[in-house]
């Protein structure tokens, strides 16, 4: 009886451990931006004419990417890391990052970019 | 239910709550006044017959005493008089007095507008100022006003002047579509092989949705158009924007657009004027960065549906007859659309 007690006490440490590892990462902040502020400005964008996105209506598109778990990905057009500040760039000018690529520069300017960076981190 | 669904039907049919005002109740063109003459009445009329049914019969329910086998056999003295006046003479009144109403409505347009043209600004010969050619799902508009090398092709947007009545021929390249704009007219049908007409006059300026009326297949819903009534010298100005040919293209990039696009598949369906590009098998592309939006109305004109509408326009819109374009390098694709975005 004492070995059983023990086994399940050793069991629920390990429980405990594994429930705190897999749980989620905090959410990415990014310096300036305003996630709700960044849905509107997706969907003033028109950027879900390419990607799936979700919690974007009608943002359905099959050209590029979806977008959905966007905050665990790890690189960026597979170039660069998924950092904030990598993001934003990204967001206002793929080509800088990657040149060549087809996803267009929309001119978003830089505070509607932390915007729509601090969305896409909210897709975990 | 009935009577939350009649006034949901009144406030739908008024517009409200929606984006943009299709209502036939509030009309901004000479034909869509005389329609909503006659659609009120109606309207209102109807409603309170129904009210009144509806009242009848719940008051019939409330006075009913005692269970269904106590009223066996059923007393049947007394009820002919409700029979005879509620069943069959106020329903003649009413659909007497719609009938002729309906007629004297349909008396204000002419049956064929070819026959008067006076008062009407028209094309040389007497024939039709625009000429209007339903596709599937878009809408083709000519102007034919001047000689004919001022006339021009575009799509899916059609400029009035305000206070001039205007006709349209109606014409279809392949299935019955019908040209409808609530606030401006009723609907009339572009039959393949036959022309109709429609004269249209807007009585204030603005922008009109209009719509396919006659279920035309898959994309029949996003089959759509906007007429703007302008003031006649912003119409007359952009009349003469549209006549010219394309700008030639200003820079490097556009360059490359423009051969890419007269090269490539683009020319093998749409026109630019002032390019080699002529075919018509799709919208004149011309001034297509003037219009506001893409696919008839179905997506806005911005830098990131255009890409994604150049790419995959089926992904958009499926059952457009404009293929998937998937064989441009990235920058191609942003050369052709920065190239579509100068066609001003």
């Given at each position: 009886?004492?070995?059983?007690?023990?086994?399940?006490?050793?069991?629920l440490?390990?429980?405990?451990?594994a429930?705190?590892?897999?749980?989620?990462?905090?959410?990415?902040?990014?310096?300036?931006g305003?996630?709700?502020?960044?849905?509107?400005?997706?969907a003033?964008?028109?950027?879900?004419?390419?990607?799936?996105?979700?919690g974007?209506?009608?943002?359905r598109?099959?050209?590029?990417?979806?977008?959905?778990?966007?905050?665990?990905?790890?690189?960026i057009?597979?170039?660069?890391?998924?950092?904030?500040?990598?993001?934003?760039q990204?967001?206002?000018?793929?080509?800088?990052?990657?040149?060549?690529?087809?996803?267009?520069?929309?001119?978003?300017?830089?505070?509607?970019?932390r915007?729509?960076?601090?969305?896409?981190?909210e897709?975990r | 239910?009935?009577?939350?669904?009649?006034?949901?039907?009144?406030?739908?049919?008024?517009?409200?709550?929606?984006g943009?005002?299709?209502?036939?109740?509030?009309?901004?063109?000479?034909?869509?006044?005389?329609i909503?003459?006659?659609?009120?009445?109606?309207?209102?009329?109807?409603?309170?017959?129904?009210?009144?049914?509806?009242?009848?019969?719940a008051?019939?329910?409330?006075?009913?005493?005692?269970s269904?086998?106590?009223?066996a056999?059923?007393?049947?003295g007394?009820?002919?008089?409700w029979?005879?006046?509620?069943?069959?003479?106020?329903?003649?009144?009413?659909?007497?007095?719609?009938?002729?109403?309906?007629?004297?409505?349909?008396?204000?347009f002419?049956?064929?507008?070819?026959?008067?043209?006076?008062?009407?600004?028209?094309?040389?010969g007497?024939?039709?100022?625009?000429?209007?050619?339903?596709?599937?799902?878009?809408?083709?508009?000519?102007?034919?006003?001047?000689?004919?090398?001022?006339?021009?092709?575009?799509a899916?947007?059609?400029?009035?002047?305000?206070?001039?009545?205007?006709?349209?021929?109606?014409?279809?390249?392949?299935?019955i579509?019908?040209?409808?704009?609530?606030?401006?007219?009723?609907?009339?049908?572009?039959v393949p092989?036959?022309?109709?007409?429609?004269?249209?006059?807007?009585?204030?300026?603005?922008?009109?949705?209009?719509?396919?009326?006659?279920?035309?297949?898959?994309?029949?819903?996003?089959?759509?158009?906007?007429?703007?009534?302008e003031?006649?010298?912003?119409f007359?100005?952009?009349?003469?924007?549209?006549?010219?040919?394309s700008?030639?293209?200003?820079?490097?990039?556009t360059?490359?657009?423009?051969t890419?696009?007269?090269?490539g598949?683009?020319?093998?369906?749409?026109?630019?004027?002032?390019?080699?590009?002529?075919?018509?098998?799709?919208?004149?592309?011309?001034?297509?960065a003037?219009?506001?939006?893409?696919?008839?109305?179905?997506?806005?004109?911005?830098?990131?549906?255009?890409?994604?509408?150049?790419?995959?326009?089926?992904?958009?819109?499926?059952?457009?007859?404009?293929?998937?374009?998937?064989?441009?390098?990235?920058?191609?694709?942003?050369?052709?659309?920065?190239?579509?975005?100068?066609?001003?």
């Amino acid at each position: 009886v004492t070995g059983s007690r023990a086994l399940s006490g050793i069991a629920l440490v390990l429980a405990l451990g594994a429930g705190l590892a897999c749980r989620r990462p905090d959410p990415v902040r990014v310096a300036g931006g305003d996630p709700g502020a960044g849905r509107d400005a997706i969907a003033g964008y028109h950027c879900g004419a390419c990607h799936v996105i979700p919690g974007v209506r009608g943002a359905r598109g099959v050209v590029g990417p979806p977008l959905t778990g966007f905050a665990q990905r790890a690189y960026i057009g597979g170039q660069v890391p998924n950092t904030p500040e990598n993001l934003v760039q990204w967001v206002m000018d793929p080509g800088a990052i990657e040149p060549g690529t087809a996803m267009p520069a929309l001119g978003i300017p830089e505070t509607q970019a932390r915007d729509v960076a601090a969305y896409l981190y909210e897709l975990r | 239910m009935t009577l939350l669904g009649l006034l949901f039907a009144a406030a739908s049919a008024s517009g409200m709550g929606l984006g943009d005002d299709r209502s036939v109740l509030s009309p901004a063109g000479t034909g869509a006044e005389h329609i909503a003459r006659l659609g009120w009445p109606v309207l209102v009329g109807f409603s309170a017959v129904s009210i009144a049914v509806w009242g009848l019969l719940a008051w019939a329910a409330l006075r009913r005493t005692g269970s269904l086998a106590e009223h066996a056999p059923v007393d049947v003295g007394g009820g002919e008089r409700w029979i005879q006046l509620g069943g069959f003479a106020l329903p003649a009144l009413v659909f007497g007095v719609v009938f002729f109403a309906a007629l004297r409505t349909l008396a204000r347009f002419p049956m064929d507008p070819a026959a008067d043209r006076s008062g009407v600004v028209c094309a040389p010969g007497g024939k039709a100022q625009i000429e209007v050619v339903g596709h599937r799902w878009w809408w083709e508009v000519r102007y034919r006003l001047g000689d004919s090398t001022d006339h021009f092709t575009t799509a899916n947007e059609i400029h009035l002047p305000v206070g001039v009545p205007i006709d349209l021929d109606l014409r279809s390249a392949d299935v019955i579509h019908s040209f409808w704009v609530p606030r401006l007219h009723g609907k009339v049908d572009l039959v393949p092989g036959h022309r109709n007409q429609i004269r249209l006059e807007a009585s204030r300026a603005g922008v009109f949705p209009g719509s396919c009326a006659e279920f035309c297949g898959l994309q029949h819903a996003h089959m759509r158009m906007l007429v703007i009534a302008e003031p006649p010298a912003r119409f007359e100005a952009w009349l003469a924007a549209q006549r010219l040919p394309s700008r030639p293209a200003a820079s490097d990039e556009t360059r490359r657009g423009e051969t890419l696009f007269a090269t490539g598949p683009c020319a093998a369906c749409h026109t630019v004027r002032g390019t080699p590009a002529r075919a018509s098998l799709g919208p004149d592309l011309t001034h297509l960065a003037s219009r506001s939006t893409l696919a008839a109305g179905s997506l806005p004109n911005d830098i990131a549906t255009l890409h994604a509408w150049v790419v995959d326009a089926p992904a958009l819109k499926p059952g457009t007859q404009m293929p998937p374009l998937g064989m441009f390098s990235g920058g191609d694709l942003h050369a052709l659309v920065a190239y579509l975005r100068s066609l001003e």
